[in-house]
Nanobody, 125 residues
Framework: QVQLVESGGGLVQAGGSLRLSCAAS????????MGWFRQAPGKEREFVSA????????YYADSVKGRFSISRDNVKNTVYLQLNSLKPEDTAVYYC??????????????????WGQGTQVTVSS
């Protein structure tokens, strides 16, 4: 079992920054994929970024490439998502997820076994 707890969301003006954290506990393995997804009202859950727990692989959705940065701290068992140059269209609930997912399917939310409760990010124009 893996437990995930997100934090760091909030209200920010366009162009601002936030750092989201995902604290993981339980049986995390180096092969676990840690993913960030987001869901805006009335929309499907959307892939944002992922990192292999070992740190060997990182991937970003095109919509956030160059603005968001994912990292992990193995000592703190925490994955971070740095959000820079935020836009109103980034407004959503952001979720952290974990699973033993094949790298070529990291964008599929149904393949992840564990999810956090989500943290709200609101970007005002």
């Amino acid at each position: 079992q893996v437990q995930l707890v997100e934090s760091g969301g909030g209200l920010v003006q366009a162009g601002g920054s936030l750092r989201l954290s995902c604290a993981a506990s339980g049986r995390i393995f180096s092969g676990h994929i840690m993913g960030w997804f987001r869901q805006a009202p009335g929309k499907e859950r959307e892939f944002v970024s992922a990192i292999k727990w070992s740190g060997d692989n990182i991937y970003y959705a095109d919509s956030v490439k160059g603005r968001f940065s994912i990292s992990r701290d193995n000592v703190k068992n925490t994955v971070y998502l740095q959000l820079n140059s935020l836009k109103p269209e980034d407004t959503a609930v952001y979720y952290c997820a974990a699973g033993l997912v094949r790298w070529n399917t990291i964008g599929t939310p149904t393949l992840y076994d564990y999810w956090g409760q989500g943290t709200q990010v609101t970007v005002s124009s």
